[in-house]
């Protein structure tokens, strides 16, 4: 009974594990404003319905649902630079689906509708913020954690998986077929455990593994973008896609952006669909520093394709270190 949920929290409260990113529905307010009302949440934990409405006593809602609170303020008729957010019925699966679309997206025949919710902001608009919208596919259902993986670790783990795995479903930087096939990788079972390894954010035993070791003591404190950044290429290694080892000086240097034989494979250009940036990216000021600063840079991993290793190890004038 897939359910649709939407939430300001852009980590998605509880959500990842089951649910998927979809995106932002609009833009709405957290407190009263002019001619706005406020949008109260349900939930049927029996169906898996979360069910919005204006309605301060819930509609039809009481009977089986759970009061949650308040979701939102939106206005309650048209304004200047609004739209009508419209809520759709399937009464087989029991889900409420609320969309911007007056087609309903997923619509009829599935779908019936059942009116206007409110109305948003479209855009990004002074004091708005987003609604972000989520659906219950079962995505990373199948991930299993270490015990000695802590629940704030597995939680963050699982919000920064969707971040990538939505990042690379709408990113230019890998093509169709490394999309689908790293996309396809996150509805399979990849074990994580913790590692002390020095120098490395995270590894894969092999190419095609499924099962990721991240050293939390590295990558945590590198921030969000640089935990998706590396979970992304880490799971492209799942996916199968290998690099050779970074190469820190001489002639056939390879610096972040330079589309090479390193930041030019598939798991270095998946950095790339999370923000914008490759790891590393702390060097390309550096270019002309001494190759001593670039050496004590954290690596993503260390090189899971000895045959790429070997050749770079024997070409002249390189000097291959495993980060
Ligand atoms: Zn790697």
């Known amino acids: 009974m897939p359910d649709h949920f939407y939430t300001l929290d852009f980590a998605g409260e509880l959500a990842p594990g089951n649910y998927e990113r979809e995106g932002i529905t609009g833009y709405v307010y957290t407190s009263m404003q002019p001619n706005t009302v406020a949008i109260y949440r349900w939930y049927n934990s029996t169906s898996h319905d979360h069910f919005y409405t204006a309605d301060p006593g819930g509609e039809l809602a009481p009977q089986n649902y759970k009061y949650e609170g308040i979701a939102w303020y939106m206005f309650n008729q048209r304004q200047v630079n609004t739209v009508a957010l419209y809520r759709w019925y399937n009464s087989e699966s029991g889900d409420h689906f609320y969309t911007a679309d007056a087609t309903g997206e997923l619509g009829p025949p599935a779908y019936k509708s059942e009116g206007i919710l409110g109305y948003m ?10 609604i972000y919208r989520w659906w219950e596919s079962g995505l990373l259902s199948n991930f299993s954690f270490d015990d000695d993986i802590t629940e704030a670790q ?9 971040w990538a795995f ?18 396809a990788v996150y509805r399979q079972g990849i074990r994580h455990s913790a590692t002390t390894l020095p120098g490395v954010n995270a590894y894969v035993p092999d190419l095609n593994a499924r099962h990721l070791f991240i050293n939390f003591n590295n990558l945590f404190p590198q921030g969000d973008r640089e935990i998706a950044q590396t979970l992304l290429h880490e799971m492209m290694h799942c996916a199968g896609y290998p690099h050779p080892a970074h190469i820190d000086s001489g002639p056939n240097i390879d610096r972040p952006y330079d589309g090479g034989k390193y930041y030019g494979t598939a798991p270095l250009r998946s950095e790339l669909c999370i923000d914008g940036v490759q790891s590393d990216t702390s060097t390309v000021g550096m270019v002309l520093a001494s190759y001593a600063v670039t050496q004590t840079e954290l690596r993503a991993c260390p090189v899971v394709n000895p045959t790429a290793q070997a050749n770079e190890a024997t070409a002249p004038g390189d000097v291959v270190t495993q980060a």
């Open 121 to 130: 902001h479209p855009n990004p608009t002074n004091h708005a913020v987003p």
């Open 154 to 162: 597995r939680r963050k783990l699982l919000e920064r998986h969707t």
């Open 166 to 183: 939505y990042r690379a479903g709408i990113c230019g930087n890998i093509g169709a077929e490394e999309k689908e096939k790293v996309r």
